[in-house]
């Protein structure tokens, strides 16, 4: 297992649509500004609100919610592992002389006919006029 990055902690970046700044919110154009202090305040409880409100929701509900993804990715990969890849071997096995018999039907039967057919509209040549 590796070793956990504490610092980089989105390596593969899944969640790069998250990176929301102040600016990306709120802007002021010109003409329309609000006092220094309200513009500097407000960008203060913007952050404030966003790292605060985080880091509760993250206290109380990351370590269920981790708990309940793995729970879940692990049930995953057991029907993966032991119900769907043995289901398809058995499958891809029962329906392989049938895969077959289908296709040697379409190559003696249907593909002559197709070629035939290809050949004659073959040498159908169309003009603009």
């Given at each position: 297992m590796a070793e956990l990055d504490m610092m980089i902690r989105d390596p593969n970046n899944l969640n790069d649509h998250l990176k929301v700044?102040?600016?990306?919110v709120i802007g002021e154009p010109e003409g329309?500004?609000?006092a220094d202090c309200?513009?500097?305040?407000?960008y203060k409880c913007f952050n404030c609100g966003?790292?605060?409100?985080?880091?509760f929701l993250t206290f109380i509900c990351a370590i269920p919610l981790a708990l309940c993804w793995g729970c879940e990715f692990a049930m995953m990969s057991f029907q993966h592992i032991w119900q769907f890849t043995p289901c398809l071997r058995m499958f891809g096995s029962y329906l392989g002389?049938?895969?077959k018999f289908f296709g040697?039907?379409?190559n003696c039967c249907l593909a002559p006919v197709c070629e035939a057919c290809g050949l004659c509209f073959s040498k159908i040549a169309v003009s603009n006029k």
């Open positions: 700044m102040f600016e990306d329309a500004h609000s309200v513009w500097r305040n407000s966003k790292s605060c409100c985080y880091t002389c049938y895969q040697s039907v379409i």
